[in-house]
């Protein structure tokens, strides 16, 4: 009974000191969730599910890649940095991250995360059509002197990894052309490929597969690179960019405990050696290297610092929110009750009754007002690019307005609808709450998906049932935003983070 009570004793001085801990000892108790912040098939989704793969023949417990895309990578980070920090959550980080993270308000920034180790690097490169007339980098350079800011340059997204790498190569050489974000890698080549870009930046293996088409014009790394020997560095050409990389690695949350950021090293490195690893790292044709916490932390901090100087030269502001309108609704209904006094007051004078279309006109001519106001304080374009942010809230304004307009042109012409107060009344609250539902829609189901909503339902609100003309209308509508919004301009128009 005395050994029994003198064991039970120990034990719980034991547990009660810290030097025993059940849910340390057993690390992994429970599956491995890595974070991906692209869809299935990105080049860090391939490199997270295989390193899942691997990890099977040096872990008990499963590794579970899980998708969350949107805002360039926030998504993913914000899901980590709000997770608990005990090692089950691994975030894929790559430099793509530097840009989102430093250039948005979200509470959190890099140092609240502990990286782990780094896997791969691969450098920068600009990738070219074989067939255009500017394939090489010296026709590139040519070119862009005697046409300044002809040019089109591709690549992910705006503020990425790539869209800098094209700021530091016009700054470097001296040139200036425009920058065409797309929603992915893969569009941006399929442009290069079709002639609709001429430049794409991003790395050397982004040429498998299309070698017939696509010609590596520089790379930016300090001597040509074994696998591809007949490229030129961008040193050859006198431009500074000689250690410009893409790098992917791992990161947990800071605060993770020591035996499981202990046991996650170790694992990332026994799987960095694995054959299945490094057979995988060179078919993607990219560099194995692993590079631990001490490394890696200082890599992301250089990367960060450089990347905050072409932030600033391409427009981003670090680390701030940008200013927003001040009081929108205020204006709104300034505006709106100026629109109506003056209508009351001319219709009087006139002796025309005050009809729910001249009501709508006016609701529409001061939204269209609203969102020019809103759209003024946007972010400007960026380095690179002639369209921004404000584009889409500036072509809606005008074709609210144009709406507007012609009901009140129609209303000047005649009077015949009968005073229906109350009616006018309940569609314009209609009609305001559906673009308060539109407004929150695009984000979530895209801006093409939430337009057709707001089409269709529109005029179902506004009685309108000739169902074939409702449709005719939509598809023109669809059609012209497509063309002038997405083919024209190229405006980046969100996609939609719901499905």
Sequence with gaps: MINQTK???????????GNYNPARAAFPSKPIKIIVHTKPGGAIDLMARQLAQVA??????????????????????????????????????????????????????LNDFY?????????????????????????????????????????????????????????????????????????????????????????????????????????????????????PTFSEFGIDLTNEV???????????????????????????????????????????????????????????????VYLDMAGFKIGSTPESAPKPVLVFAIILVLFLTGIVVYGKKAGKKITGTIV????????????????????????????GASTVPQ?????????????????????QEPNRTSGQVKLVVKLILLITVYTLCIPLIGFFPATIFMLLTGMFVMQYRKYTAMISVTAAVMIFMFVVFYKILLVPLPMGNLF
């Design 115 to 231: 990286y782990l180790a780094c896997l791969t690097i691969s450098p920068e490169a600009i990738l070219t059509n074989k067939h255009s007339e500017i394939s090489s980098l010296q026709q590139i350079l040519d070119n862009a002197k005697n046409n300044p800011g002809g040019q089109k340059w591709c690549g992910p997204g705006s503020g990425t990894l790539d869209h800098l790498m094209a700021v530091k190569i016009w700054d470097k050489a001296n040139i200036f052309a425009k920058w065409i974000p797309y929603a992915g890698g893969g569009p941006a080549v399929v442009a290069v490929m079709g002639r609709h870009s001429d430049v794409y930046v991003g790395n050397p293996e982004d040429i498998l597969g299309r070698e017939e088409n696509l010609n590596i014009a520089a790379v930016a790394s300090r001597d040509r690179l074994p696998a591809f020997p007949n490229t």
């Design 7 to 17: 064991i039970l004793i120990l034990i719980l001085s034991l547990f009660f000191s």
């Design 56 to 109: 099977t023949k040096y872990c008990d417990q499963p590794l579970v890649v899980i998708n969350k895309p949107g805002g360039s990578g926030l998504l993913a980070l914000a899901n980590t940095y709000n997770s608990k920090a005990d090692g089950f959550t691994l975030l894929a980080f790559p430099a793509a991250f530097l840009a989102p993270i430093q250039t948005t308000d979200i509470g959190f920034d």
């Design 246 to 308: 893409m790098w992917r690695g791992f990161a947990v949350k800071k605060g993770t405990p020591q035996p499981a950021i202990d046991y996650l090293e170790n694992l990332l490195w026994q799987c960095s050696q694995d054959s299945l690893w490094q057979n995988f790292v060179k078919r993607i044709m990219v560099q194995p290297v692993f590079y631990r916490n001490e490394t890696f932390t200082e890599m992301v901090q250089r990367d960060a610092e450089s990347s905050r």
């Design 360 to 387: 709508i006109a006016a609701t529409g001519l001061g939204l269209a007002i609203l969102f020019y106001y809103m759209s003024l304080y946007f972010p400007a374009p960026r380095v690179g690019t002639f369209v």
């Design 395 to 415: 072509v809606w304004a005008l074709f609210m307005a144009t709406m507007a307009i012609i009901l009140l042109r129609k209303y000047l012409k005649e009077n």
